[in-house]
C-alpha cells in the first residue's frame, strides 16, 4: 500500500524535481520517501483519480513494510473505486467492536460464531477479498510478521488518500484477535437511524469525541448506501431537500422489500472523491442517512458541519487526527493475540 502526493515544498511551492532530504523530511516529518519520476507519476495517477492538479509534477511514494501489497490495492481501486469507501468502513466496523483487532475478518464456522453476519455487517460489508489478497502478498514476502489488524488500518488510509484525501502515517504493531463478538457488532455499531445523541453516545463508548463522531461521518463522501437504509428518510422525513428526496425515490421503491438493495451514492456530488462536499450537502439538506442529517439539524454540531463546509483543509486534518485516534481503540500487542496467517481464520 502507498501514499500518493502532490509535490509541494515547505513554503508551498510546488516541486517538479526530486526534493532533498531536509525538503520531504519538512513534508512529513519522520517519515522516509521514494521519489516517483514524472513518467510513473502519471500512470499512478490515471488509476488513483486523486485529483493532483499538474500532471507535470512528480510524486512522494512512502515506503511501508506494506508496500510491497501497493500493486494489490492500487488494483482493486482502479477496477472498483467504490472499494474505496468498503475498506474504509470495514476498518470503522472492525474498530468499533472490541478494538481494531481484525476480528470482522474472521469468518463463521460450525464451531464459532464471527462477527460477518451481525445486523450492520450482513449483505453490507465487502472488501473481504481484496484483504484476502494484500495478507497472501504480503505473507509471501514476510510470512508472520505483518497482522491482518495492520492491513486493514493502512488499507483504510489508502482508500482515503487514493481516492483524493490526505494521507499519514499509520501506526503498526497490532495483532489479530483470535475471539469476535456478533453481539457486540450489533451493540456498539451506530445504526443509520441513529439520532444526535445517539451518535455521540456510541462514539463516547470508544473514546472518540464529539468531534471526532462528525469529522469521521464524513468518510461518507465517499460510498454508497442501500435503498433499504435511507427509504424511510427520502420519504417520510421533513428535514429534506424536496429535489434531492425525489431524485432517491426514483431508485429507490416506497415498499419495503422492492429495491432494497438499490444503491445511491452517499455524496451526490463527487461520490468517488474523497472532499468536504458531505458536509455541503447536510447544510443542503441533502443527507442521504438519517444520521447524516442529523449532524446538521438545529443541533450541538452544526458549527463544526458548517467548518468544515467552508474549510476543506481543516476537515483534512481533523480526518487524519480522528482517523489516528479510532486506530488506537483497543489494540492487541505484545503477547495478546497472534499474527494469522489466513485473515479469515485464527491459526
Known amino acids: 500500500m502507498i501514499c500518493f502526493y502532490l509535490v509541494d515544498g515547505p513554503d508551498g511551492q510546488q516541486m517538479k524535481q526530486e526534493p532533498s532530504v531536509a525538503e520531504t523530511e519538512s513534508l512529513r516529518p519522520g517519515s522516509m520517501f521514494t521519489w516517483i519520476p514524472q513518467r510513473k507519476a502519471q500512470r499512478l495517477r490515471k488509476v488513483t483519480a486523486s485529483g493532483l492538479a499538474n500532471p507535470n509534477l512528480g510524486a512522494l511514494v512512502t515506503p511501508v513494510p506494506l508496500t510491497l501489497a501497493a500493486s494489490v490495492y492500487v488494483s482493486a481501486i482502479s477496477k472498483e473505486k467504490r472499494m474505496g469507501a468498503s475498506i474504509l468502513r470495514l476498518f470503522f466496523h472492525d474498530c468499533f467492536v472490541n478494538g481494531c483487532d481484525g476480528s470482522i475478518l474472521l469468518d463463521d464456522t460450525s464451531s464459532f460464531t464471527g462477527e460477518k453476519n451481525a445486523g450492520p455487517n450482513r449483505n453490507s460489508v465487502r472488501g473481504f477479498n481484496v484483504i484476502d489478497d494484500i495478507k497472501t502478498a504480503v505473507e509471501k514476502v514476510c510470512p508472520g510478521v505483518v497482522s491482518c489488524a495492520d492491513i486493514l488500518a493502512t488499507a483504510a488510509r489508502d482508500s482515503v488518500n487514493i481516492l483524493g ?14 475471539t469476535a463478538s456478533q453481539a457486540a457488532a450489533n451493540n456498539s455499531i451506530p445504526p443509520p437511524t441513529s439520532s444526535l445523541s445517539n451518535l455521540i453516545s456510541k462514539f463516547k463508548a470508544v473514546g472518540l469525541s464529539t468531534k471526532d463522531m462528525v469529522t469521521l461521518s464524513g468518510a461518507h463522501t465517499i460510498g454508497q448506501a442501500r435503498c433499504t437504509n435511507f427509504r424511510t428518510r427520502i420519504y417520510n422525513e421533513t428535514n429534506i431537500d424536496s429535489s434531492f428526496a425525489k431524485t432517491r425515490q426514483g431508485s429507490c421503491p416506497r415498499t419495503s422489500g422492492s429495491g432494497d438493495n ?41 458549527s463544526i458541519v458548517k467548518k468544515y463546509s467552508n474549510n476543506p483543509s481543516s476537515f483534512n486534518s481533523h480526518f487524519i487526527t480522528s482517523m489516528i485516534n479510532m486506530g488506537d481503540i483497543s489494540p492487541l500487542t505484545g503477547s495478546s493475540g497472534q499474527i494469522r496467517k489466513n485473515c479469515r481464520k485464527v491459526n
Open 165 to 178: 484525501g490526505p494521507c499519514w502515517n499509520v501506526k503498526l504493531g497490532r495483532r489479530d484477535s483470535t
Open 262 to 302: 438499490n444503491l445511491a451514492p452517499l455524496d451526490l456530488q463527487t461520490p468517488t472523491y474523497f472532499d468536504n462536499d458531505y458536509f455541503k450537502n447536510l447544510i443542503e439538506k441533502k443527507g442521504l442517512l438519517h444520521s447524516d442529517q442529523q449532524l446538521f439539524n438545529g443541533g450541538s454540531t452544526d
